[in-house]
């Protein structure tokens, strides 16, 4: 029972000394240590729970302070001078109640308790009721409660995040630091309690929501957050700056919403993309096909970004290609396909330069020869990653073929003449001499290769 129930509790009673004397031992029950004074200071009566106190702490003699003057009992305990001005504020009518907590010690703790002090007349008696109460236990809930406030407001000033805690009213109940830091709001001009729409009005006036009128503007948003709706967008900032704002509407009305500060993160994927951009431009005007092969740790090989020139190559699109590397390795000529896979496991194993030719089915049904280059490196993952560049070569292939058939033709003609063959450099050396030289004259060629006429000496030295 409170102080103040008390004190109801005995003007019903009565007012009288005797009738507080005799009633107030109904309040022996209380856990509160209760004290009557008259006018003077005198102690009139106490509880049982007071009398206990008194007993175990050689409080007040026999009687427990009953008829003593209580100053006098302030007087003599240290730090109780604020709660003797306390009662004397209210036995002289100068202040309605008082109360404060204080530290009460005892051999083996400190405890903390609450002296609460209340004015009480009835028939005339004049006098005040004087309760102190334990409240050790509610006090190490109130400090550990203020601690943990204090800690869950270090770490919201700390966070990079804005954060701000608007109430069903539309007032803002509280918000952090970053929050001001953010929305570029000084922080002596706004506080928790302030209405949301002053918060809206400053950064109208600011041109935060760009060009229009001020009051449509307010009165748009406004009009939004009475409507309590889930929301997330990005707004770019007078100064080109970027926040992303994300409102979470509350069970009991109001919203919780989050700024934060993305400039740097589209900056970023504006990069990213533009490079993707410029490597397409760049890769659409290469010859060939620009490719990354991925070697998982399983040992299957997969196809992570191809560009559109395969589609000239083998007639794959590529996306074709990178959905279903199995499609794009199945072009490849069966007789070739060894080939292929013995040469990347030993680029794997060495991670030497990936270097082969290699002949491919197009989808047309053409056969066409490849170069394919790429250099291996190792990913942090364990995969095994070629970034290369393949090349049609078949023409080359043609060419080199053409020369192969030419050449053999003109040997063959050459072997089966009545005469020899032969061909000098631009310094008249020997360079070719056709097997008929040998039947002819029975001189071996290499005696002759490499060596002019001149060198011979045997032979005719006119140039």
């Known amino acids: 029972m409170a102080a103040v129930e008390v004190c109801r509790f005995l003007a019903v009673t009565g007012g009288s000394a005797i009738t507080i004397k005799a009633e107030l031992s109904v309040l022996d029950a209380l856990e509160a240590n209760v004290a009557v004074l008259d006018l003077a200071g005198q102690i009139v009566a106490v509880n049982k729970s007071w009398r206990r106190f008194a007993r175990a702490n050689g409080y007040g003699g026999s009687t427990y302070g009953v008829g003593q003057n209580y100053f006098h009992l302030c007087a003599a305990t240290p730090g109780s001078g604020a709660i003797a001005e306390g009662i004397r504020q209210v036995l002289a009518g100068q202040r309605p109640s008082f109360s404060m907590a204080y530290e009460c010690f005892s051999p083996e703790e400190i405890r ?12 005339g008696w004049k006098g ?18 203020e601690a943990q406030k204090d800690s869950l407001k270090t770490c919201l000033n700390n966070i990079d995040q804005g954060i701000s805690h608007v109430d069903r009213d539309l007032n803002v109940v509280s918000f952090n630091r970053r929050f001001l830091e ?5 922080a002596d001009a706004f506080a928790p309690g302030d209405p949301f729409e002053r918060f809206v009005r400053y950064k109208a006036n600011c041109g935060e929501y760009g060009p229009g009128d001020i009051e449509q503007q307010v009165a748009e948003r406004m009009a939004a957050a009475r409507k309590g709706e889930p929301h ?6 007078p100064d080109g700056s970027v926040i992303e704002i994300v409102g979470r509407p509350l069970d009991d009305g109001g919203f919780v919403t989050t700024y934060t500060d993305i400039t740097h993160r589209v900056q970023q994927s504006r990069q990213v993309e533009e490079t993707a951009a410029l490597v397409q431009r760049i890769t659409a005007n290469l010859p060939g096909v620009v490719f990354r092969l991925v070697m998982l740790e399983t040992g299957r090989i997969e196809v992570a970004y191809c560009s559109e020139g ?8 590529a996306a074709e290609a990178m959905q279903d590397g199995d499609a794009l390795f199945k072009l490849i000529v069966s007789d070739d396909r060894a080939t292929w896979r013995d040469s990347v496991l030993r680029s794997a194993e060495t991670m030497d330069r990936l270097d082969i030719e290699f002949r491919v089915h197009s989808t047309a049904g053409e056969v066409k020869w490849l170069r394919t280059i790429a250099r291996p490196r190792r990913s942090s993952d364990g995969t095994i990653v070629w970034d290369g560049l393949s090349l049609d070569i078949s023409d080359r292939k043609k060419a080199e073929t053409a020369i192969r058939v030419s050449e053999q033709r003109f040997r063959d003609v050459a072997d089966v003449t009545s005469d020899w063959i032969w061909e000098m450099d631009e310094e008249l050396r020997f360079t070719y001499l056709s097997d008929r030289w040998a039947e002819i004259t029975g001189l071996d060629p290499n005696a002759v290769l490499g060596r002019t006429r001149r060198e011979l000496g045997w032979a005719d030295p006119d140039d």
């Open 128 to 145: 005040a009721l004087v309760a102190h109460t334990d409240v050790t236990e509610a006090f190490h809930t109130i400090t550990a409660v």
């Open 112 to 123: 903390w308790c609450s002296c609460t002090v209340t004015p009480f007349v009835s028939d």
């Open 310 to 317: 395969i589609r000239n190559l083998m007639g794959l699109t």
């Open 232 to 237: 997330r967008l990005e707004r770019t900032r």
């Open 182 to 186: 953010i929305l570029n709001l000084p």
